[in-house]
């Protein structure tokens, strides 16, 4: 590779991050703005308690559906329900 080619390299090269730059600029703020709402919506300050906190609702949901079934079929039991459903 003689200079020539080497410089319009290396102009390519300069031309192509230059056109990354506002990219770049963008999706840190993107970034942040979302790292921000999850603060503030969800009080997670990582991905990592962000993770935890959807493990923890997950099993707080579980178990009120596993109450709701318990109920229903309770219910169901109960008040003879089964030839009505």
């Known amino acids: ?3 020539e080619e080497l410089e319009d390299k290396l102009i390519e090269l300069k031309r ?3 056109e990354a730059k506002p990219k770049a600029s963008e ?3 993107r970034k942040q703005y979302l790292e921000q709402q999850l603060k503030d919506d969800w009080s997670c300050s990582s991905k990592g308690e962000a993770q935890k906190k959807i493990k923890s609702l997950q099993e707080e949901y579980d178990e009120f559906n596993k109450k709701i079934q318990e109920g229903m079929k309770q219910l169901t039991t109960e008040y003879n329900l089964d030839e009505i459903l």
């Open 27 to 29: 999706r840190k703020g």
């Open 1 to 3: 590779m003689n200079n």
């Open 16 to 18: 192509l991050i230059e």
